[in-house]
């Protein structure tokens, strides 16, 4: 067995939390044969619930848990992490937008960025997922300069797989019948679901969306929107934001950062912008299409060709998210030219 590695969640008490520390544990994120030490971090006042959640992971019984850390104390959670995933942050309610939540939240983030720029290896490889989580992610990153900017990643797979299931019902295959779906842009409700590039297995062959589907106005209208406001509508029927879809959406996002996307696949990652790539400005993350390769090491793909529809939409978030990392900026007070 190899030597464990050091995991952090945060917002460990939570309900995100609850369906994912399970799926980590038993190693469907790192592999069947990863052993892990997880550190849970959450708030001073959940250390009570955090601790019944301690002693549900043990009773699971799992092998390849070495060990579970509780703490309120980020420099603890994140000491010599190999990955961490940064949960904990307030969920909207009703009637929000994500980014109404960004000065209740970007501090956290800008506190956990300096934790583990102190006490995190250097090639941690952190996903964000607390909301908004793009700018949340950014903020991070900004506050921990000793660590890769490329380690620090947005999660937009939730919405690619909401997009991907959407398509699958629609033609009545599984959803990995369905490849190549991108999430263009902010987990928010400018995200571009995107299936112009995107494959439907049928029948033994593979065909466009749009010749699968064979309904233009469907994948330029409700397609969209119905990804883009699925947050929404979780949050109205349940009163409560999505947990168990997005825990998995957590384990897919870092099983591929981990051990690398399939052949002739990409996957949706929000990640930073370097000014040159599809149009969009620099220092954002920004949600592209990404193929990861066995050591880690993700690449955006290249060449896609983007159409007037979908250079609209495009713009359209890639604003939005100018205008979230300005608010942040100024809010926090940090330099942008650092
Ligand atoms: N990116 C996505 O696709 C996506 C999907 C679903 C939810 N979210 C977001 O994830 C976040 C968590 O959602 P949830 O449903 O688990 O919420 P929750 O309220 O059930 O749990 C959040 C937990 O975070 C803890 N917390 C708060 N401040 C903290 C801090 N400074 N350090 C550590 N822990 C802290 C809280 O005490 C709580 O236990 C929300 O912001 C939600 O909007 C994002
Ligand atoms: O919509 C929300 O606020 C929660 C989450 O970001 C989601 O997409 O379900």
Redesign the pocket.
């Known amino acids: 067995m190899s030597e464990p590695i050091r995991v952090a969640v ?9 369906s994912l520390l399970y799926s980590i544990a038993r190693g469907e994120v790192f592999g069947p044969t990863q052993p892990v030490v997880m550190t849970l ?3 001073a ?2 250390m009570g ?2 601790n019944g959640v301690v002693m549900e992971l043990m009773d699971c019984a799992l092998p390849l848990l070495s060990n579970v850390i509780p703490t ?1 104390d ?1 420099e603890v ?1 994140f000491a010599n992490v190999d990955a961490a995933i940064l ?6 309610r009703e009637g929000m937008e ?1 980014k109404d ?1 960004l000065k209740a ?1 970007v501090k ?1 983030f800008m ?2 960025g300096k934790a583990l720029d102190k006490v995190a290896k250097k090639n941690v490889k952190v996903l ?4 908004p ?1 793009n700018t949340n992610a950014l903020i991070t990153k900004k506050f921990a300069p000793s660590i890769p900017k490329e380690n620090f990643t ?6 690619q797989n909401r997009a991907q299931a959407q398509i699958a019902a629609r033609c009545a295959v599984p959803c990995n019948s369905v490849r190549n779906v991108i999430i263009w842009g902010n ?1 928010s409700s400018t995200q571009f679901p995107d299936v112009r590039h995107a494959v439907v297995s049928k029948d033994g062959k593979d065909l466009p969306v749009y010749d699968a589907v064979k309904d233009d106005a469907w994948l330029k209208g409700d397609f969209i929107t119905t990804v883009q406001k699925r ?1 929404a509508a979780v949050i109205a029927a349940r009163k ?4 168990m ?2 825990a998995k ?1 957590i384990v897919d996002h870092m099983k591929d950062w981990w051990a690398g996307t399939k052949e002739g696949e990409y996957v949706s990652m929000g990640v930073i912008s370097d000014g040159n790539t599809y149009g969009v400005g620099k220092d954002l993350i920004f949600s592209f299409p990404c193929k990861v390769a066995a050591d880690h090491s993700y690449q955006v793909v290249g060449g896609l060709d983007i159409d007037t529809f979908s250079r609209e939409k495009l713009d359209i978030t890639a604003k939005e998210l100018t205008e979230e990392r300005d608010d942040a900026y100024a809010f926090l007070e940090v330099d942008s030219n650092l």
């Not at 409560?240 to 947990?243: F, G």
């Open positions: 945060t917002g460990a008490a939570g309900q995100i939390a609850y971090l959450d708030i006042p959940m619930v955090l309120d980020p959670a949960v904990g942050a307030m969920p909207r994500r939540l939240n956290i506190v956990q964000v997922v607390g909301n989580a947005a999660m937009t797979r939730l919405d987990h947050g409560l934001s999505s947990a879809s997005a959406g």
